[in-house]
């Protein structure tokens, strides 16, 4: 989708430490990336780099750009383009009008919305949803996917959903923010304690009373894969801990949502170690007081990332059920199925194209 759209759209990359700057049409990087050192102490020099930055990418531009778009840390008023109190942005406390700012600036629409929502957009559009589709089609399955739920595994617990094609908002901006469940391993506490870099760290370091201040979770990961030195069990138990708690909150997301899951971000590249506890704990049961046993999902979950089960997935499963009184026959799909992939855009890119393709679906709803 938008693959062949001329127009052009700015996009950033912000994090407290470089802002990166870049620009897409027709689903694809046409300048960039252009790197500057973030400021998020002072918010005037803040605001005058990121007015340098867009204004850099636009000399190099073959055309005028039609819009901004790009992912920025909350909380914030998205709709309204105003940045609340950062921890990682001091100078932004009391709240921040960016969006109006940059509108004034350069003259076009600007689009704000944080990583979370822009993977899942990114991923809808252009990336796991069309290829799960694809693939059914090709396997000759009657099935297709509307709706998705994409989840980013880093420093934080990030998420965003889209439903039909549109992107989940809220009325306060916090559609898809997942990180605040209730951790099932700490009553009290956020999920996000358990699923994000530091969970990793503040595992590991529990169970061995080791210093983990100077461990990052790649290290932790060579320790599980017996290529560094540590405790190996730890280190494996520290991951497995973190997917239970992921799949605890996946699954009570989708019971609301009911779509395909997509996994991103940095931790990804340890899911041989935190997979096999995030799906179980998708495959689990669930009781009554009446001793009934429910499944966890109503839907069977697939690993699509296994070739076996990606197979299974992709079989054709629907039976053909006739109309009362008729000889007409429909396509009756009694199995409910939801694929988990990993995500082959990664992360940075999904929501780079995430951010463009909101830009252009937004403008195009405002004509």
Same mark, same amino acid.
């Given at each position: ?188 506490? +956020? ?5 994000? &870099?530091?969970? *990793?760290?503040?595992?590991? #370091?529990? %169970? /061995? =009373? @080791? ?38 909150? +996946? ?5 609301? &949502?009911?779509? *395909?899951?997509?996994?991103? #971000?940095? %931790? /990804? =590249? @340890? ?97």
């Amino acid at each position: 989708m938008y693959e062949t759209d001329p127009r052009i759209v700015l996009t950033l990359d912000a994090g407290g430490t470089n802002l990166v700057f870049s620009a897409i049409a027709g689903n694809r990087e046409i300048v960039g990336p252009i790197h500057f050192h973030s400021e998020p102490e002072d918010l005037d020099r803040m605001l005058s780099t990121l007015v340098e930055g867009f204004e850099a990418v636009r000399r190099q531009l073959p055309g005028a750009p039609v819009a901004i778009s790009f992912a920025f840390p909350g909380p914030a008023d998205y709709a309204h383009g105003i940045i609340g109190d950062l921890p990682n942005f001091p100078s932004f406390r009391g709240g921040v009008a960016l969006g109006p700012f940059l509108e004034q600036k350069f003259g076009i629409p600007v689009f704000i919305n944080n990583d979370g929502n822009l993977f899942a957009y990114g991923e809808a559009i252009s990336g796991a949803l069309p290829e799960v589709n694809a693939l059914l089609e090709r396997s000759g399955s009657t099935k297709r996917y509307r709706n998705l739920l994409g989840v980013t595994f880093g420093t934080g617990f990030g998420a965003g959903a889209v439903i039909d094609g549109r992107l989940l908002t809220g009325d306060n901006g916090c559609g898809g923010d997942v990180w605040v469940f209730r951790n099932k391993h700490h009553e009290g506490m +956020i999920c996000e304690e358990s699923v994000s &870099i530091r969970a *990793i760290r503040r595992v590991y #370091g529990e %169970l /061995t =009373g @080791a210093d983990t201040v100077p461990l990052t979770p790649r290290d932790i990961f060579d320790i599980a894969e017996g290529t560094r030195e540590g405790d190996r069990d730890a280190a494996r138990e520290s991951f497995r801990r973190f997917g239970e708690v992921a799949g605890d909150v +996946i699954s009570q997301a989708l019971t609301i &949502i009911d779509g *395909i899951v997509v996994l991103g #971000g940095g %931790l /990804t =590249g @340890a899911a041989e170690y935190f997979m096999p506890a995030l799906l179980a704990e998708m495959r689990g049961e669930i009781g009554s007081f009446a001793g009934d046993r429910f499944p966890r999902l109503q839907m069977r979950t697939f690993d699509l990332d296994t070739p076996e089960e990606a197979a299974e997935f992709l079989r054709e499963k629907s039976v053909p059920v006739a109309v009362p009184r008729s000889e007409k026959r429909v396509r009756y799909h009694h199995v409910r199925q939801i694929p988990v992939v990993r995500s082959k855009l990664g992360a940075s890119r999904a929501i780079a194209l995430g951010a463009y393709a909101f830009a252009i679906a937004e403008l195009d709803r405002r004509q």
